[in-house]
């Protein structure tokens, strides 16, 4: 029986899944904490990317199978994603990419006086609308590391006074190298590549106290709107087939939402209403989070006057739910042009953590690609939606780990199923193949 090697240092909860997910495949196969020398003729290794032996998914495509692509960076990093995206829709302006992602610019930058030079050349555009900001409607972008995650550095501006601040608050930082993960503080080894994009102003707002954690609490009177991005879980196979599991997460925001803004004499905005990322507000617990299958029926706080007292309902999740297979299919044909960024494997697989922000707009909802994440938090769900956890790691087992391991009798369900149907909770988004893979 081909031995498994399973490693999760860090992650002890996704180590315990797939120790439950090898379990419940029926087969009794061999599972090692350590990866022996010489490696065994046949292995998979379901483990984090650092404790993988990479040369040897590379060197042994039909023996070995990896739980993550080797070369990936035009998914999980922001600037290269942003990078990825922008080539993408210059050689294919009609892709509904153009409308699911924000607005975007990415620089390099290590400090605040070099911006002086880039309003002249690669922000020109977005200093031009900054000067043109005066008044009570203001355009506000947001600020992103392009290497950190769990929303450190993040920073909300609407002047180039405001960016400047921001840059000379992270100067002052740089001899830190430590930073609190219950903060939005930045390291000095994630400064110097960051994306800018236009912070959208019209998210879809719900109240998640509409929805109850227990049967037991009451739902409050004095219900609000709060601003919540999606997380779905994203299961990219082989060279390359892509799936959106169905069970998607919706985070929100510690405080009700409340449009940006500041005194003239303040430089800085409260981030609360803003940030829905739930490894800011670990002293919450799995309070603010819930499934975008649970929000049906919830009002909705967003949108016009008129609109103000519908409730999201079935149809509206399932629209939401299609644009996120959609722009994830977008995602990686885009990811695929850039071959020196991303290289897809027949032999690998990999979970993602896809975000995206629902724009509530006047023509209706429009959901926005926000980041990708490798490896993503899946601690941070919280013991109630567990069991989503469970049956996505099962799923992955199946569709990913089944067929390697019985590959005299293959498992042709999940091959054979087609663009935009699912199995085991999988919606199958892409499948395209990818012949230079071939050769590796």
Known sequence: MDPIFVAWPSAPLTHSLVHTSIAALGIPPSIISVLPSPPPPSLIQWASYDCIDHALTASQPNHVLSSSYTIRKALIRKHFLARCIQSYLVKRPGSLLAKAIPLTWDIDIAYADELDEMWSDELWDLGSVLDANSGDIKRWFILKPGMADRGMGIRLFDSKDALHSIFRE??????????????????????????????????????????????????????QGHKFHLRAYVVASGALTVFMYERILALFSAEPYRAPMRSDLELTVSLAPHLTNTCLQTHRGEANVRLLDELI??????GSEESSSNLLNTVDVAVIKQQIADALSETFRAALDQPIHFQPLPNAFELYGADFLVSHEPTGFQVKLLEMNSEPAIELTGPRLTWILEDLFKAIGIVCIQPFLQRSSRDRSSTSLKVGETLHNLHKCLDIKVHASMTC
């Open 170 to 223: 992270f100067d002052c930082d740089l001899d830190d190298d430590e930073a609190d993960e219950s903060t939005t503080s930045v390291m000095t080894s994630q400064l110097r590549h960051f994306v800018l994009q236009e912070y959208i102003s019209t998210p879809l707002l719900v109240d998640p106290n509409e929805v109850p954690l227990s049967t037991t609490a009451q739902t409050p009177c004095n219900l």
């Open 297 to 302: 029926g919830c009002r909705i706080y967003s």
